[in-house]
């Protein structure tokens, strides 16, 4: 169940994503943490039980998609929610991130506050 003290975990590996999305989920009373790769969103997926994770899909190392299937694996109660802004031609990186067990999808530029009504509304979603 998602609350207010859920952690929201941003991985996105463009600084003012990270720090426009904190700012908003903070605004909102979540606590958030950032991440600029998928490893980095892994290890704090490692140390907290009650999260979202908010993943971009196009970031240098470990990548969204990459990410996504490895949190699927480790962590299938973890609400994923993927957003991208589609640099990547004809392949629908969205569709496969929902058909791979993300909770939602948005499409980038992503509205703060749209992503504030998806986790709030994330708890009543089937993410497995």
């Known amino acids: 169940m998602v609350t207010a003290k859920t952690v929201v975990i941003i991985a996105d590996d463009d600084p003012l994503v990270r720090i426009t999305y904190k700012y908003c989920f903070e605004e909102a009373d979540y606590q958030c943490l950032t991440a600029d790769d998928g490893h980095q969103a892994?290890?704090?997926?490692?140390?907290?039980?009650?999260?979202?994770?908010?993943?971009?899909?196009?970031?240098?190392?470990?990548?969204?998609?990459?990410?996504?299937?490895?949190?699927?694996?480790?962590?299938?109660?973890?609400p994923v929610i993927v957003v991208s802004g589609g640099a990547g031609g004809d392949y629908d990186f969205l569709g496969a991130a929902q058909k791979l067990g993300a909770c939602a999808v948005v499409r980038k530029p992503a509205s703060p506050r749209l992503l504030v009504d998806i986790i709030e509304s994330v708890a009543q979603v089937s993410c497995s």
Do not use: A
């Open 42 to 78: 892994l290890c704090l997926l490692e140390q907290h039980r009650n999260c979202v994770l908010v993943l971009d899909v196009f970031m240098p190392g470990m990548d969204g998609i990459e990410t996504l299937l490895d949190v699927r694996r480790r962590h299938p109660h973890v």
